[in-house]
């Protein structure tokens, strides 16, 4: 059996940016999971010494907080300020500009439309930035019982399907006298996803390695599933049935903008010497 | 044969606003037809002594020169004024807010993407507004080779099809950071179509009535087509065949925004009395 990765996949600048700076910040905390990968997570923790707590309220004046890449809501922000603790910012560049948008365009008197997840981390952290509150969506038939402004600002989630994105652009603009749709979508998203079109394609099965809760990891899956009916979310090598591979040629694998290297490397070496031998 | 009109139709309120002003300044002249309709143009000269001027520099001052529905190119209208023209406008507001939207978004650093006709002279009046200029598409291939800006502002000619308008900024949108969709196509050209969409769908033939250079009527030709296969755009009467009316069970008929009952009602008349006898 052939295997091939995806042109694109993995570690995303965001990703890579947050995990050194956590390396550079020995013996911090996190404020919740700095990525959405807990193999990652725990190895930050034993190498660096960089711990995990889901209470913002836990750090205290002096300690040192770094801000997970999905950034968090501006209020607890203030708060871990306000509290003078020592905060490092490792929020996503591409995710602090929907953040600023959300200020600018709540304060202009645009109605602010979210396309995402709102239990998401990095949707709650968005949202939390419009002045005057926003309303977060996930497809159309969310804005149908609406009342809203004629003027509209529209931004999405970093890690969604463009596709799916254009939909609720659709909906709104012959609605409305104007919509501003800023395209978040982050580059890292949009060049994976291609990639993983691309290759689901030409697979007989696709393995997506990533965490459950990562929403990038999440968009691939469905992509890959989209076009190659044999595909398969992971964690890592430990999820893998070797049963699926069974008179199988072509193995793609992509993996989200979470997943180490060392696990994409873990995952191929267990199926070539479990499968292709 | 049941003859049926479409539930909205005809005369739109930025032509009657400016019929009104026409028939109001008796004496005057137009620069340019008025409206897109040269008997109703014919009635005005005739009634009103309204004139008609294709050049702008025939106006002298003190010369009373009212501004055709359609607009003008700003510096025309500048020069007018500058002359001592005494200008009456009877530019569609719904044309004045894309002719405004040009200037601002320009001014403030967007390219300025405009959907319709280049050669129209509602298009020729509101691309004259882009300070810093613009570029006119009439679908995605016009976009394709262009090198654009980072933000595009967008925006429609009031007679346009919001589908094909959809198209525009369905392109746009993921290969930009921003895209401000400015829904500029008028209401009444949003109902004419709807209404002509309902009723053509159900006709066994369609008669649309307006100016052979009607925007406005050209689109609801358009989606007439679209739907029912005897399809016919007249100017009035005069133009139809009676051949097109045999063994036929319905007629469903429509009209342009600039398109007066009177003309209508000769149409449905002429139709009465030689086929459904």
């Given at each position: 059996?052939?295997?091939?990765?995806?042109?694109?996949?993995?570690?995303?600048?965001?990703?890579?940016?947050?995990?050194?700076?956590?390396?550079?910040?020995k013996?911090?905390?996190?404020?919740?999971?700095?990525?959405?990968?807990?193999?990652?997570?725990?190895r930050?923790?034993q190498?660096?010494?960089?711990?995990?707590?889901?209470?913002?309220?836990?750090?205290?004046?002096?300690?040192?907080?770094?801000?997970?890449?999905?950034?968090?809501?501006?209020?607890?922000?203030?708060?871990?300020?306000?509290?003078?603790?020592?905060v490092?910012?490792?929020?996503?560049?591409?995710?602090?500009?929907?953040?600023?948008?959300?200020?600018?365009?709540?304060?202009?008197?645009?109605?602010?439309?979210?396309?995402?997840?709102?239990?998401?981390p990095?949707?709650?952290?968005?949202k939390?930035?419009?002045?005057?509150?926003?309303?977060?969506?996930?497809?159309?038939?969310?804005l149908?019982?609406?009342?809203?402004?004629?003027?509209?600002?529209?931004?999405?989630?970093?890690?969604?399907?463009?596709?799916?994105?254009?939909?609720?652009?659709n909906?709104?603009?012959?609605r409305h006298?104007?919509?501003?749709?800023f395209?978040?979508?982050c580059?890292?998203?949009?060049?994976?996803?291609?990639?993983?079109r691309?290759?689901?394609?030409?697979?007989?099965?696709?393995?997506?390695?990533?965490?459950?809760?990562?929403?990038?990891?999440?968009?691939?899956?469905?992509?890959?599933?989209d076009?190659?009916?044999?595909?398969?979310?992971?964690?890592?090598?430990?999820?893998?049935?070797?049963?699926?591979?069974?008179?199988?040629?072509?193995?793609?694998?992509?993996?989200?903008?979470?997943t180490?290297?060392?696990?994409?490397?873990?995952?191929?070496?267990?199926?070539q010497?479990?499968?292709?031998?």
């Open positions: 059996m052939h295997i091939e990765l995806a042109e694109n996949y993995g570690f995303c600048f965001g990703v890579k940016r947050a995990i050194k700076i956590a390396e550079d910040n013996n911090s905390s996190t404020y919740g999971p700095l990525i959405h990968n807990s193999k990652e997570i725990a930050l923790e190498d660096f010494k960089v711990g995990l707590s889901d209470d913002h309220k836990s750090f205290k004046a002096g300690d040192k907080a770094v801000i997970r890449t999905h950034g968090i809501p501006k209020n607890e922000l203030q708060e871990l300020k306000d509290n003078k603790v020592d490092v910012d490792a929020t996503c560049p591409y995710v602090t500009k929907p953040q600023q948008i959300c200020q600018e365009m709540s304060e202009a008197g645009y109605d602010i439309i979210i396309f995402g997840d709102e239990a998401h990095e949707i709650k952290g968005v939390s930035y419009a002045t005057y509150g926003a309303t977060v969506v996930t497809c159309p038939k969310d149908e019982d609406l009342k809203l402004k004629e003027r509209i600002a529209l931004v999405a989630q970093t890690t969604r399907k463009v596709e799916d994105y254009m939909e609720v652009a909906y709104l603009i012959p006298k104007e919509v501003r749709v395209n978040t979508i580059n890292a998203t949009f060049e994976n996803q291609e990639a993983v691309k290759i689901s394609k030409k697979a007989d099965v696709m393995i997506i390695i990533g965490g459950k809760n990562s929403s990038n990891t999440k968009q691939l899956f469905s992509i890959s599933d076009y190659c009916q044999n595909s398969y979310h992971i964690e890592d090598e430990n999820d893998l049935d070797y049963g699926w591979f069974k008179d199988k040629l072509f193995c793609g694998i992509s993996a989200g903008a979470s180490p290297d060392w696990i994409i490397q873990n995952v191929v070496n267990s199926i010497e479990n499968v292709n031998k």
